[in-house]
């Protein structure tokens, strides 16, 4: 029988209508009275919270105060985006990018690129034209296998500072780019210890930092902007850190965040001569986190602190008269994104648990305008609340996270998903910033209670606390976990049959300890590029990790010794795979550079070799992080999927946007 195109339209539509009407009702007992009771919040579709073509994100003003460029979407496809100021001339350059910023002239835009997961950050410089539109983009390092971030670019000029691994892939050098010619000059080279180069705001070299197992220094030279005669200034042990934020271009003084002889970073005002410190701002419970520093005078203008709700301490004024409004008198995380040069033109960003809005403030008394938000911001009304909470672990240290809630449900006896950071030197905060798609809200859309921990080890909360997880992987980092699910039951909120954890990278590590180490806790755990082998791990770590390698050892092992090794391996869940109870849903992306695609494949090999439930799911064209929409519709779809199966919460079922997935 011969069909005909036009006949298979309707029954396309019908199976499309059949597919997407196989949602999976809730199981739970608490959420299907919840359901009876008309509790539950309406069940948002998976494509909203991942494909959403009305979000929007990282605008950005020209340094004339005159254009916009934000990243969007053009139709179905990712784009740049760019506009006049008061006119209608708004148009789209198709390319998916990472992040954007103006050059010094205001005549191009830098944009950054990894289309394929690999880690090899492309920088593009395209012009824009305001009769012609965009010219064509030209790579600023097109080598194979070269990875680089823009560190300045230098206002009123064509010329930008970028880093990048071009002559040797385990380091970084600084390099001069002329936009205008092409040209491009190496600033300094690399001896093979350098971690950060410092240049001012004109473009000068100014300073270099090095490190070993010891901690480290800093180094200027003998004259400004020449690679020779590098002469040691300050030094730090390796438990503290300083990160320079901003360096004087007279060369005597920069403002940095130290924690140099203290538990929490500071903002301070550091001699370069002497050493000597003088703190400008700092909190008692957390570090300070980020600095808003004024493109003309060098000097800091705000800055940001997340003890539980975010907190910005303003250092203007003027600023906080323009900026304040913006919260509404609730917490939000404030942020100013990019500002013109004469740092009356704006771009902020208001970050709440529920998403991000974008603002331009052009001028002192001009009312700001919303320019745009992010897909979760438009789903907002229908989002729960994510609250901070704290708890004593074990061994009676303080561990803070968040917890968020289905709206509308009855915090009593719920199925609960144990969302575990990356890392693990990083952090969970309450705000929802940039493009994040918000895990959390959409477990919490399907009934779960969600749990986030920044357990010991985590950044943020002062070198004493990271210090904490020296040797402690597999133990009491994952013991802060558990003791974060027994808080959770003993509070009456979690059912505790019925807990998953899911975690990415380090997180999707503890995810798998959970189904191996602690198999009684866990009703079912999801791993997504997760570490099995941790010998493994740095072994095969991509080159550029060489100079982070020492602070791994520190804390993990050196698989180079064997009583080392030995110990390594008796924390890697790969080995323990026997122990695994509960089902266990495993994804990762083909081209993870940091954590193989093998450490998936042997974890899933030795969990079928030992007769266990698993699910094994791949990401064509990523890496360690989803980056295409497609990829991340499918990992929300999994993971929706396989917790309804283990833990009794709603899946919407089949999303028709899978139909066109494929082209993308």
């Not at 004493?464 to 013991?479: Q, S």
Request: include cysteine.
């Amino acid at each position: 029988m011969h069909i005909t195109p036009r006949a298979w339209l309707p029954l396309l539509a019908a199976g499309t209508l059949w597919l997407a009407g196989c949602g999976t009702p809730p199981r739970h007992p608490a959420l299907q009275e919840a359901q009876q009771k008309a509790q539950l919040p309406p069940l948002i579709p998976v494509r909203d919270f991942v494909a959403n073509t009305e979000g929007s994100g990282n605008y950005r003003i020209s340094p004339d105060g005159r254009r916009l460029a934000w990243l969007g979407t053009s139709g179905l496809w990712p784009a740049v985006w760019v506009k006049t100021l008061g006119r209608d001339d708004a148009r789209a350059l198709r390319v998916r990018a990472g992040g954007l910023a103006w050059s010094g002239d205001g005549r191009r835009l830098l944009l950054s690129m990894d289309p394929d997961g690999s880690e090899n950050t492309r920088w593009l410089a395209v012009t824009v034209d305001q009769a012609e539109g965009f010219g064509p983009p030209v790579s600023l390092f097109p080598e194979a296998d070269t990875r680089a971030s823009l560190q300045r670019t230098i206002r009123g000029t064509a010329r930008v500072v970028l880093q990048a691994n071009l002559h040797n892939k385990k380091v970084f050098e600084p390099f001069l780019v002329d936009l205008d010619s092409g040209r491009r000059t190496r600033m300094a080279a690399n001896p093979g210890t350098v971690t950060n180069w410092l240049v001012d705001r004109t473009g000068t070299l100014r300073g270099r930092v090095q490190g070993d197992d010891a901690g480290a220094w800093l180094q200027l030279p003998a004259t400004p902007g020449q690679d020779e005669g590098w002469h040691t200034t300050v030094r730090w042990g390796r438990e503290e850190s300083l990160y320079v934020v901003e360096i004087d271009p007279k060369g005597s003084m920069a403002w940095a965040l130290s924690a140099r002889g203290r538990d929490k970073s500071a903002l301070v005002r550091l001699d370069l001569a002497t050493g000597q410190e003088t703190v400008v701002e700092s909190n008692a419970e957390v570090d300070i986190s980020r600095v808003l520093m004024s493109r003309s005078s060098g000097r800091p203008l705000m800055v940001h602190a997340e003890p539980g709700y975010p907190v910005q301490k303003y250092l203007d004024a003027a600023l906080q008269a323009r900026l304040e409004p913006l919260g509404e008198g609730r917490p939000a995380a404030i942020h100013v994104n990019s500002l013109d040069d004469a740092e009356q033109a704006m771009t902020v960003s208001v970050g709440t648990d529920r998403g991000t809005r974008f603002y331009l403030v052009n001028g002192p008394d001009a009312a700001p305008e919303l320019l745009g938000q992010t897909s979760l911001n438009l789903l907002a009304d229908a989002l729960g609340e994510k609250r901070p909470v704290r708890f004593q672990a074990r061994d009676g240290l303080t561990i803070h996270g968040y917890l968020t809630l289905p709206p509308g449900v009855p915090a009593r006896g719920l199925p609960m998903v144990l969302l575990v950071h990356g890392g693990p030197w990083a952090r969970d905060g309450w705000s929802v910033g940039g493009n994040s798609r918000g895990l959390q809200q959409f477990l919490a859309n399907r009934g779960y209670a969600v749990l986030q921990l920044n357990y010991r080890g985590s950044t943020g909360y002062g070198r004493a606390f990271m210090a904490k997880a020296v040797g402690e992987f597999a133990g009491r980092m994952h013991d802060d976990l558990v003791d974060g699910v027994r808080w959770a039951v003993q509070q009456g909120v979690a059912d505790p049959a019925r807990v998953a954890v899911w975690g990415a990278s380090y997180g999707g590590y503890a995810a798998l300890l959970g189904a191996t180490l602690t198999p009684e806790v866990f009703a079912c755990a999801v791993d997504v590029v997760g570490v099995s082998d941790l010998a493994r791990l740095l072994e095969t770590a991509p080159p550029y990790w060489a100079l982070g390698l020492p602070w791994w050892k520190r804390y993990v092992g050196d698989p180079a010794d064997p009583v080392q090794r030995k110990a390594m391996d008796a924390r890697s869940p790969v080995y323990m795979a026997a122990n695994a109870r509960a089902p266990i849903l495993v994804m990762h992306g083909v081209n993870d550079v940091r954590v193989k695609l093998e450490q998936s494949q042997r974890m899933v090999q030795a969990l079928r070799e030992h007769g266990k439930t698993v699910r094994f799911v791949t990401f064509g064209g990523d890496g360690h992080g989803n980056y295409k929409w497609n990829n991340n519709l499918k990992m929300y779809r999994e993971t929706e999927d396989f917790l309804a199966g283990c833990l009794g919460g709603r899946s919407a079922g089949f999303d028709y946007y899978q139909l066109g997935a494929w082209a993308f």
